[in-house]
């Protein structure tokens, strides 16, 4: 009988488990029409919450852990895939509500695919993962409000993880002049080395403050939420926008309308999982032609899939730096 090598979690009378287990084929689930042997995984926060058991991020049981994989189609009935292409799979529901791919294996919908750019490997994708593509979504989304490199500041918070690192990279090649904010001061010659201008500390920014104070920021990428993000949108310029992708911190949001009625100030809400197909192929097509492949590999450390479950809880710690890749065949 044919298995396949996944991080299976579960909950049952006995309790929450998490293992690395051999699955046989038939239990992929019936729903999706393309089977992918998947190549590289990775470490999301959303996954170290999974596979910690610490939110309701698992609404199916038993469950596959992993909202991303890369690989090559093995088979499939979608005539927008044949096997031999490689694909990216990012969110969806995929490791929450449908099994992932923190596995050999993963049955899929070719809606939720996109083909893996020229530019990029397995590896690459996944180091890039739903953190560096929402990174991504959050620079269209400056972009597309109007902040320009000319009008100053951007702030980065949660500087470095994953989300925050990969968009220090893509801002700095954009010609923004970026402030990393980051709670490992001692991480200030890597995160210079991808691009950040100045680094300050996240304490400045993470105890409840005024709704309105000195205007610095062109533009925020925020992926801690709480009272950072009320700090952050507290101190943006005139017509800033601030992308608000994460909750590192905490999902409140205590502030008030003042910086929005009286600055102009936009919050932009970024959402990865259900992001559009035109949305999800204009991030890869942005990420491809502009991530600067050597600072990619600057922030990837690549495990096996042994390691994931050991590894994940750190994600919520924030002890891991940048991307975290998992082999899933090693
Ligand atoms: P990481 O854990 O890699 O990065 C988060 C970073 O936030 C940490 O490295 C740390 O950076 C900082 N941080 C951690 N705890 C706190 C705290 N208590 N207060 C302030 N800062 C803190 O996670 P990711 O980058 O993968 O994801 C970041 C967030 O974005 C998560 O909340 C995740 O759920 C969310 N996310 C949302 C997506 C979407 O579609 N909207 C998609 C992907 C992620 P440092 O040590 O530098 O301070």
Redesign the pocket.
Known sequence: MNTFNGILLDKTDAGFSATLSGIEEWRLPAEGDVTVAIEYSTI???DGLAIANKSPVVRKWPMIAGIDGAGIVEASTDPQWKPGDKVILN?YGVGETHWGCLAQKARLKGDWLVSLPAEFTTSQAMAIG??GY?SMLAVIALARHGVTPDQGEILV????????SVAIALLSARGYNVVA????LY?TDYLKSLGATAVMD?NEL?QPGKPLQRERWAGVVD???SH?LANAIAQCKYNATVAA?????GMDLSTSVAAFILRGVTLAG????YASKPRRLEAWNHLARELDKAKLDQITTVIKLSEAIARAPD??A?K?RGRFVVDVNA
């Open positions: 999301n926060y959303k969110g739903t953190a929402t918070t949660g500087a470095s993880g994953g989300v925050g904010a980051t709670g490992r991480e996240r993470s992926s801690v939420g950072t992708c994460g909750l590192a911190q970024i959402d990865s999982v994600i919520l924030g891991l």
